[in-house]
């Protein structure tokens, strides 16, 4: 079987490797330099591909837009196509090139068909989950409604952050799809149904990411952590300037209550390379944030409003896509 990988993102190499290591693979599609800038995730398989052996076809549209990348597909061999990481719909005329099919993962905190769409790690660690479902499952045009090859699950505990998540995804992931491909599952097409009437996550952009002070220390840490590298990391301003917060931690104790007297957001003290906030419940040990050097004691960062910000992320999904929103972001509002 003539199996290529589709992976354009540092996200997808673990499972990429795995699966090259463990079964033969064709090679893979990617993107080449000139589509860098479709996403800050992006991985220059070039070398990777040359160490293996493998064919390396460089496309430069992610959307699959492009005429000339077409024209370069359609002159593929390809039995199977594996995303190992490719945030945008695969067009219809690429799944009918592939005999046996594309084979795509998706999951959420309540699983593939409660949770499709967008960022579904990002809101699982933001809103505080415990667990995340998910699924290998076959491609259609489509956004995650195919028939599902497996499914498997994993905790998050409270030091995960999205790219643990990662790690833990591509772990689950190389594991189903080595062993339904051992098994035959795969070249069989087989697959069960999803559920009807499926739920949405939104999409998330960058400027979703910028901190409530007046939220509790837990909360702020979910986003943290949630939104840290590789993404473009939540983050704060005050008079102008923009700190981006990578890594910090949360000081949940009734003696926190010393500081109640301090506006939320207050930089209480500087501790060598770090920094202690306070929150609306706690405090927050920042121990990265970007230029740290112009930080100093009793500034008091902005706050945005939470409940606006999912108000408006809803808002924006709804006039773009229309789709049934999953509960976990409405509950987000509910709960504010």
């Known amino acids: 079987m003539n199996i290529y990988i589709l992976n354009a993102t540092v996200n997808g190499k673990l ?3 795995l699966l090259c290591d463990r079964c033969r693979i064709k090679g893979l599609i990617t ?3 000139s589509g860098a800038d479709s996403t800050p995730e992006y991985y220059d398989y070039t070398q990777f591909c040359k160490a293996r052996s493998l064919a390396c076809v460089k496309l430069k549209s992610y959307s699959f837009k492009d005429e000339r990348d077409r024209k370069k597909l ?11 990481s490719w945030q945008r719909l695969v067009p219809d005329w690429l799944i009918s090139r592939c005999r046996t099919g594309i084979i795509g993962t998706h999951g959420s905190h309540e699983g593939i068909s409660r949770g499709r769409g967008r960022s579904p790690q990002n809101w699982a660690l933001m809103t505080g989950r415990k667990r995340f479902i998910m699924s290998v499952f076959w491609i259609t045009e489509k956004a995650d409604d195919g028939l599902i090859i497996d499914t ?3 905790e ?5 952050s999205i790219l643990t998540s990662y790690v833990k995804i591509n772990l689950c992931k190389a594991d189903m799809l080595l062993e339904n491909l051992n ?4 070249e069989r097409k087989e697959g069960t149904p999803q559920e009807k009437d499926g739920r949405y996550l ?3 952009i960058r400027e979703d990411g910028k901190i409530d002070w007046n939220r509790s220390a837990a909360d702020i840490y979910n986003m943290i952590r949630a939104l840290t590298k590789p993404y473009p990391g939540a983050y704060t301003e005050y ?6 917060i990578w890594l910090a931690l949360p000081v949940m104790m009734k003696e926190a209550c010393l500081y109640d007297h301090l506006e939320n957001g207050t930089v209480i003290s500087i501790l060598n390379e770090s920094m202690l906030v306070k929150c609306g419940q706690g405090l927050l040990l920042v121990n990265e944030c970007s230029s740290f050097d112009k930080i100093s004691e009793g500034m008091v960062f902005e706050s945005a409003d939470y409940a606006a910000q999912i108000r408006h992320i809803i808002k924006r999904h709804k006039e773009k896509y229309g789709t049934p929103l999953s509960e976990l972001v409405s509950d987000e509002v509910k709960n504010r």
């Open 152 to 154: 498997r699950e994993f």
């Open 202 to 204: 939104p999409q998330r």
């Open 239 to 244: 008079r102008g300037t923009e700190y981006v």
């Open 31 to 33: 993107l080449d330099e």
């Open 183 to 186: 098994n035959g599952r795969i």
């Open 74 to 84: 359609e002159q593929l061999d390809i039995d199977l196509i594996i995303i190992g």
């Open 156 to 160: 998050y505990t409270d030091t995960d």
């Open 15 to 17: 499972v990429t490797e």
